[in-house]
């Protein structure tokens, strides 16, 4: 989801109050240790449907505001996540910034622990990018509010990546006709959890995979274990290809590269795929391109959390990411039916479900 910086000359915190408001944000808590070199933001969206689970990306943002730029993105987009999956939650997400592969510590995420057990359950934390479930052990020294944890639900990878596969076979349905991935050709942006299962399935199903990763030594990897071919970061976005699937970081889907674009389907893992939600989902709509709006398709790793949250078997958690394929396809046949754009109906089919509960809950 998508909020606009907006400058205010005459105080910073009006600035951030102001754009609160314009996302509609309950809560953000700024997070900051000089002991343990912590610097995070927690961002609590809404809370109707139940406690805000999103879980917490560890990246070496540029300065304070793109980190709250993109926790509040993150966190709206949470909301709508876990709405339209039919989970009673609400959306949260927190970013810690720094270097994830040099700045880990016991220490400091031990002490982003106590901040998120400073909420007193309103946020439940679990894995985002750059964190791993040992990671959130260190977090659970601190506080009980706290997914995917190892001996649990554990890493919730498999099942965002098994999402992505199934509503990107949904979409090959309308837009090819078939369901069937094999032959088609598919381009995978970043490798890293996510998307290293999700090649697995593609290249399972017969389907022609090429891949990018900022990280030399991953791609490696994953070109010899899964026999996959290898681009450029920037020469993905001109290859022939039949689906793109971006895994990595958001906003790929950006006025430069969607003249580049040549695909029928846009379905990947990676929230906040559309740089402008609102101008982008109408030209991939004018395209005749496929669009899979993401916080429906990538939802497999939250119903995983959720699972955990109440004790569910891991069996509901795997048949309840299978049903991303029927919200897909169900998204996808309304948009081509009403001739709006699937981000436009997404959003109302997930409204619309937070409108009704926000109902059951008045006092009586």
């Given at each position: 989801m998508e909020v606009k910086l907006i400058k205010n000359t005459d105080s910073t915190d009006n600035a951030v109050i102001a754009q609160m408001q314009n996302m509609g944000h309950e809560q953000i808590l700024f997070c900051n240790d000089s002991a343990t070199g912590l610097k995070a933001i927690i961002a609590v969206h809404n809370t109707v449907l139940g406690p805000a689970l999103g879980g917490t990306r560890m990246w070496s943002y540029q300065n304070e505001a793109e980190a709250l730029n993109d926790v509040l993105r993150l966190s709206k987009g949470m909301t709508y996540k876990n709405a339209i999956s039919g989970l009673n939650l609400g959306?949260?997400?927190?970013?810690?910034?720094?270097?994830?592969r040099t700045d880990k510590t016991e220490a400091l995420f031990r002490r982003f622990g106590k901040f998120v057990n400073s909420l007193g359950g309103k946020y439940i934390t679990a894995e985002d990018v750059g964190i791993s479930p040992i990671d959130m052990n260190w977090v659970n020294m601190e506080t009980n509010?706290?997914?995917?944890?190892?001996?649990?639900?554990?890493?919730?990878?498999?099942?965002?990546?098994?999402?992505?596969?199934?509503?990107?076979?949904?979409?090959?349905?309308?837009?090819?006709?078939?369901?069937?991935?094999?032959?088609?050709?598919?381009?995978?942006?970043?490798?890293?959890?996510?998307?290293?299962?999700?090649?697995?399935?593609?290249?399972?199903?017969?389907?022609?995979?090429?891949?990018?990763?900022?990280?030399?030594?991953?791609?490696?990897?994953?070109?010899?274990?899964?026999?996959?071919?290898?681009?450029?970061?920037?020469?993905?976005?001109?290859?022939?290809?039949?689906?793109?699937?971006?895994?990595?970081?958001?906003?790929?889907?950006?006025?430069?590269?969607?003249?580049?674009?040549k695909c029928g389907i846009i379905a990947g893992?990676?929230?906040?795929?559309?740089?402008?939600?609102?101008?982008?989902?109408?030209?991939?709509?004018?395209?005749?391109?496929?669009?899979?709006?993401?916080?429906?398709?990538?939802?497999?790793?939250?119903?995983?959390?959720?699972?955990?949250?109440?004790?569910?078997?891991?069996?509901?958690?795997?048949?309840?990411?299978?049903?991303?394929?029927?919200t897909i396809f169900n998204i996808v046949k309304r948009s081509k039916d009403e001739g709006l754009s699937t981000h436009t109906i997404a959003n109302k089919m997930a409204e619309e479900r937070i409108e009704s509960i926000?109902?059951?809950?008045?006092?009586?």
């Open positions: 959306g949260g997400k927190a970013v810690i910034i720094g270097n994830s509010h706290v997914v995917g944890l190892p001996g649990k639900s554990g890493d919730p990878s498999p099942l965002t990546a098994l999402g992505v596969y199934v509503g990107m076979k949904a979409c090959a349905k309308i837009q090819f006709g078939s369901d069937s991935l094999k032959g088609k050709k598919i381009a995978v942006q970043g490798v890293g959890h996510v998307g290293e299962y999700l090649v697995s399935h593609l290249v399972k199903e017969g389907a022609l995979v090429s891949v990018t990763d900022i990280h030399d030594d991953i791609l490696s990897r994953i070109a010899k274990d899964y026999g996959v071919s290898v681009v450029g970061t920037d020469e993905i976005y001109d290859l022939d290809m039949d689906i793109y699937a971006p895994c990595a970081l958001g906003s790929t889907v950006n006025d430069e590269n969607l003249s580049r674009l893992a990676a929230n906040n795929q559309l740089k402008d939600e609102t101008i982008h989902s109408q030209e991939l709509l004018n395209k005749k391109i496929i669009y899979a709006p993401d916080y429906v398709i990538n939802a497999g790793g939250v119903i995983n959390c959720f699972s955990e949250v109440k004790g569910l078997s891991s069996d509901w958690s795997n048949s309840k990411t299978k049903e991303i394929y029927d926000g109902k059951v809950k008045l006092p009586m």
